[in-house]
């Protein structure tokens, strides 16, 4: 990868960035009056958030505008290859230092004084945290797309993304129902695609995440499988690159030539199948000038507080329970990965800073590279 970060109006690119979802958002809405008229207002509200990140960027300060909150450990299936298990990050049971949901409140309040448009809820299973999700609704000006298994999805669910239509659910699903049931366990298909149709039946959107690796390639992007997703009711793809943790599931992991190829299907998709919102995670980074972790486009909060580069590089340095989402921005680590070459560095896969681990954690022990 050319080290492009001279010269690299990176707020700009975020900016484009989020400019182009909520465009490509709108256009999936349209036949929704509903969906619509909420997406017109967010998109109000995501310009005066941009301008929030330009005004703090040209007055030296890097505003990003996503973030990406682990709202709980806890999650009752066990995936084949879960970065997240294997790191100790997601567990069965949800220990009790969690952060409650004033926490997390608080984190949602501070994020939209900065101007973050987009916070990713994450887990384990976020489902599991009603309250957290219930406090997400509260917050208007970000829109909230939830990483979800899908298995906890029930009435009163429906009846809180009905009123919070800044709640957007996020069916995990891996392709059709034998790669899906092999790898989230069976009957997780069945479950989904029911959730799916009742969806529907309510009028309300969701979206779909795909984690993409070298054997469900090309099913998950080809049009018969996405025709599925979209005839019921889904307005967003999210691919996300698989990023293996172990020796064993190196061979999942996209290489240069999967990627190019994921890169020109979803602009073909973007052009041919405008009904739904196509993105790619964590994307080509040559466009992008590097990873965007760290701060740079985004950060990651673990669900105890840890502010970390990304869910899949979890090392911290400063905790949000001792002070504000700001100083967690400018913590020491996040500022030497911001202000070093780790981030833009050539790599194998998709995760530079899980390639680059031992520098990562050479940094957060004060050592000199």
């Known amino acids: 990868m050319e080290k492009t970060k001279e010269n690299f109006d990176l707020q700009a690119y975020l900016t484009k960035g989020v400019e182009q979802v909520v465009a490509d958002a709108l256009k999936a809405t349209l036949k929704d009056p509903r969906e619509s008229a909420f997406m017109l207002k967010f998109a109000a509200a995501s310009k005066a958030a941009s301008k929030k990140r330009r005004e703090a960027e040209d007055a030296g300060e890097h505003i990003p505008s996503y973030l990406i909150a682990s709202i709980t450990s806890a999650c009752n299936l066990h995936c084949a290859g879960c970065y997240s298990r294997c790191t100790k990050g997601t567990v069965d049971a949800a220990p009790v230092e969690q952060l409650t949901d004033a926490e997390w409140m608080t984190i949602f309040d501070e994020a939209d004084e900065l101007g973050i448009s987009f916070i990713l809820l994450a887990g384990g299973e976020p489902m599991l945290r009603r309250d957290v999700i219930e406090a997400a609704g509260k917050k208007p000006n970000i829109l909230f797309p939830i990483f979800t298994n899908g298995t906890f999805i029930d009435k009163r669910y429906f009846e809180l993304f009905d009123r919070c239509r800044n709640l957007v659910p996020v069916l995990s699903i891996e392709g059709e129902k034998e790669i899906t049931d092999a790898r989230r366990g069976k009957g997780v298909y069945d479950r989904l695609i029911a959730n799916m149709d009742e969806f529907r039946r309510r009028g309300l959107i969701f979206g779909a995440s795909v984690t993409v690796t070298t054997q469900n390639l090309k099913e998950v992007s080809a049009d018969s499988f996405l025709k599925k997703l979209s005839e ?9 690159e698989f990023v293996p943790v172990t020796e064993e599931s190196k061979e999942l992991a996209p290489g240069d030539e999967e990627r190019e190829y994921l890169r020109a299907e979803i602009a073909r998709l973007r052009s041919e199948h405008p009904e739904m919102v196509y993105i790619s995670f ?10 965007v972790a760290a701060g740079r486009g985004f950060f990651h909060i673990n669900s105890h507080g840890g502010a970390e580069p990304c869910p899949f590089s979890p090392y911290s340095d400063v905790n949000v329970k001792n002070g504000s989402l700001r100083e967690a921005m400018h913590s020491p680590l996040f500022t030497a990965l911001r202000s070093g070459d780790i981030l833009l560095d050539d790599h194998e896969g998709g995760c530079v800073l899980y390639e680059k681990r031992a520098q990562v954690e050479a940094l957060l022990a004060g050592q000199k590279l």
């Open 232 to 240: 019921r009711g889904c307005k967003l793809v999210i691919f996300v």
């Open 282 to 291: 964590p994307g080509d980074e040559k466009d992008s000038g590097g990873c």
